[in-house]
């Protein structure tokens, strides 16, 4: 439900007062009065659940002078001053000291209602970016990050943070959009390497002349154009983490020189013969086979071996359906707070829409569609006007990934058997059977 804002008025003039007091609540628009800035100070904080209506001419503090105190307080805090005749010069520089609008006397009531109207509606969209923001923010590290209570997702926090305090190299498996430099920024920020640099590399977007310079760096004269000292990737990450995303696409050349940085844990630049020490935790990300691709010789069997000390699988989205109702309410709040837009509503045809699709692109392309969604705009696009699947899906696996899904949602939405099983129109006990059946707790 859209919360009811409330609208405060600051007037000495009783008659006035209650004019404009009941011209608003003629329409339905909360107010209430104060008749001093004093009185009015005493109400108001920094997250004022409403807007000012103040005439300038008060006593004591003046309108003007309780709008700069106001702002201080909260800049975004919509302030509506009433002029009389001769104030309309002052009025025009309060608008530029960050006054919202002013309605000079006399005026219509119907002519205060619109300027309200459209001033409550600027401060409704204000407190809901921060409310959004601040939900974002109070988050659990991983919870927030790495959205999801499928049994995949669920596992995959555990290793993240068995991980966390070790020094083992990591690599990670996953297909495209599926999240694996944001699991890598985790793993970074849950060690004690986060006050280190997190330095991330695509091998797929690197030219193979440039490789050895960026990764290894140089020294000045080491090749034409080498006008100065480079430092690399690899030495820009000491002391923190080393991302290197696409592995399968760095050139066997330049694995080898990685293999051995990776064991001895020194480098050189190119163009020198010092070693310089290195201490980096060196995470790599891949949506390749990389030992059917070193069967194949595209890639070094011993430096698999090297780099999947541990090794992270990331699901795609199609196989934990259950998460996409969660994660993409997430991504319309992140979306709302990142646009400065009111979250849209999300209908049940909406949800089955999105859960009964492959997802391709997997998080990356429900976070865009929450990005159109937010923007109006989502209209024709993917899932929406849907492209074949990749693979056909059985019936029955689309079927029971939507009954989990839409179980799961519900439970987390009102939090108890009772109420879950009231909103979804199912018996408790055919309820509870189902929760059982999909491994989902009741409590959620």
């Not at 001419?57 to 702002?71: H, I, Q, S, V």
């Not at 000045?220 to 399968?248: M, P, Q, S």
């Not at 045809?349 to 009964?356: A, M, P, T």
Request: with cysteine.
């Amino acid at each position: 439900m859209t919360e009811t804002l409330k609208v405060l008025i600051i007037e000495d003039d009783p008659d006035v007062a209650l004019g404009c007091e009941q011209a608003l609540q003629l329409e339905g628009i909360p107010a209430e009065c104060a008749g001093s800035a004093e009185q009015a100070r005493r109400r108001l904080g920094p997250d004022f659940r409403g807007i000012i209506v103040s005439d300038v001419r008060l006593p004591k503090m003046d309108g003007l002078a309780f709008l700069r105190e106001t702002l201080a307080i909260d800049p975004e805090l919509p302030v509506v001053l009433i002029t009389g005749h001769g104030d309309i010069t002052m009025a025009v520089q309060a608008m530029k000291d960050g006054a919202y609008d002013f309605i000079q006397k006399p005026f219509a009531p119907e002519y205060l209602v619109d300027v309200v109207r459209r001033a409550l509606e600027k401060r409704r969209l204000v407190l809901e970016v921060r409310d959004l923001r601040r939900q974002l923010e109070q988050r659990d590290q991983l919870e927030g990050k790495l959205i999801g209570r499928a049994p995949a997702m669920q596992k995959l926090r555990q290793m993240l943070s068995g991980l966390a305090d070790s020094s083992a190299d990591v690599l990670i498996h996953g297909e495209t959009g599926t999240g694996k430099e944001l699991v890598a920024r985790c793993l970074h920020e849950a060690s004690p390497r986060r006050h280190g640099n997190f330095v991330a590399i695509n091998c797929g977007g690197l030219p193979e002349t440039l490789f050895d310079s960026e990764i290894f760096g140089h020294e000045a004269g080491a090749y034409t154009g080498a006008g100065k000292r480079r430092i690399g990737k690899i030495e820009h990450a000491n002391g923190g983490t080393l991302f290197l995303d696409e592995i399968e696409s760095m050139p066997l050349a330049m694995q080898i020189k990685l293999l051995r940085v990776l064991q001895e844990r020194t480098l050189e630049r190119l163009g020198s013969n010092t070693s310089i020490a290195i201490d980096c935790r060196v995470i790599a990300a891949t949506k390749t086979d990389l030992l059917d691709l070193s069967a194949r010789g595209g890639f070094r069997n011993d430096l698999y071996y090297r780099l999947s000390v541990a090794t992270l699988n990331l699901p795609p989205l199609r196989e934990r359906r259950e998460d996409i109702p969660l994660l993409f309410e997430h991504f319309l709040l992140l979306a709302a707070a990142r646009q400065q837009r009111p979250v849209p509503e999300t209908s049940p045809g909406r949800i089955r829409q999105l859960v009964g699709y492959a997802w391709p692109g997997n998080v990356r392309e429900l976070r865009n569609v929450a990005d159109r969604c937010v923007l109006g705009i989502e209209s024709g696009s993917p899932p929406f006007g849907q492209p074949p699947a990749e693979r056909p899906t059985p019936f029955a696996e689309t079927v029971e990934a939507f009954e989990r899904a839409l179980i799961a949602d519900a439970l987390r939405r009102h939090g108890s058997l009772a109420r879950t099983a009231e909103a979804l129109v199912l018996p408790k006990t055919t309820l509870h059977d189902k929760i059982r059946k999909y491994g989902l707790d009741e409590g959620s």
